[in-house]
């Protein structure tokens, strides 16, 4: 609420409850000159006398007493919202909106969301999966996470975690039986790509660097990219946190280990505001602490 009006209301009920425009100055630690200013304004702006000032005692007059009622009212609620927003500052409470790549619904999110949860009666989280920026705005999304700083001024980005990247195939492919030394021997094979990831430039013994050849596949999804990768329709450049339980269970082996590849990097993005909510700051935290274990 405007606090120009909420400071006049005061004012004005200060009045009204002392009857006297010295005492309210001495209750609102203003002088009386300030005080007759604040009232004499009010009644301009709605075009009614509200206080009678023909004896030392003042009164209300008729719109007077009607203000005051509406005036008690609005000021409980500026007070109830306040009291809402400081909490939403201090603590974790309302409703937590994130948007992530539809590769952390695989369970990377599962085990800081249940903390977020536990951490508060008064918290709830709407999750949205989806590739890229583009549904920040329109989701009203509180927190996006993502592969790469965001590039808008109205939005700030920080670091949450790095993770390595690594080639990998299914094991009945053709290039998981072979004995590959080095990654020309992958150029005849069919590579997959993320389209939201940089290049893929791999680096070898005494910092020997190979650009791989152009994608004959790329995809717009994590999860899909895996999921070809385990069908076996190529090679591709997939994140170690996002297919380890794939190669525990022998479903994908990685290929040229020897080499490695860019880090692949998690960015949380939020609003660039003065101060960021609790329930984001706890989430933010929750999540730095999570990734940074695995």
């Not at 590039?151 to 195939?169: H, I």
Request: hydrophobic residues 40%; glycine residues 6%.
């Amino acid at each position: 609420m405007n606090a120009k009006l909420v400071k006049a209301l005061n004012v004005f009920m200060s009045v009204a409850d002392t009857g006297s425009l010295s005492q309210a100055a001495k209750a609102m630690h203003m002088t009386v000159s300030a005080i007759s200013q604040q009232l004499r304004k009010l009644e301009d702006d709605i075009g009614q006398q509200l206080v009678n000032r023909n004896s030392r005692h003042l009164s209300l007059t008729e719109a007077g007493r009607i203000y005051y009622r509406t005036s008690e009212s609005v000021l409980e609620m500026a007070r109830q919202g306040q009291q809402e927003i400081d909490a939403l500052i201090h603590s974790p409470s309302g409703e937590l909106k994130i948007l992530a790549p539809e590769g952390f619904g695989g369970g990377l999110l599962s085990k800081p969301l249940q903390q977020l949860l536990q951490s508060s009666q008064r918290i709830s989280v709407t999750v949205t999966l989806g590739e890229g920026y583009e549904d920040i705005v329109s989701t009203g999304a509180d927190l996006a996470l993502g592969l790469a700083p965001i590039e808008n001024d109205g939005f700030k980005s920080c670091l949450l975690a790095t993770w390595p990247q690594m080639l990998c195939v299914a094991p009945s492919h053709p290039l998981a039986q072979q004995q590959i030394a080095h990654p020309e021997a992958l150029v005849k094979e069919n590579f997959m790509v993320y389209e939201h990831l940089p290049s893929h430039e791999l680096t070898g013994v005494n910092n020997a660097t190979y650009l791989l050849s152009r994608p004959k596949l790329s995809v717009n999804s994590m999860q899909a990219l895996i999921q070809f990768t385990v069908d076996g329709l190529g090679y591709a450049v997939l994140p170690q946190m996002e297919v380890q339980h794939y190669l525990d269970k022998g479903e994908l082996v990685q290929i040229l280990p020897e080499w490695t590849l860019p880090d692949y990097r998690v960015f949380a993005v939020v609003a660039d505001r003065i101060t960021i909510p609790a329930k984001t700051r706890e989430a933010i935290t929750l999540l730095e602490s999570y990734f940074a274990s695995l």
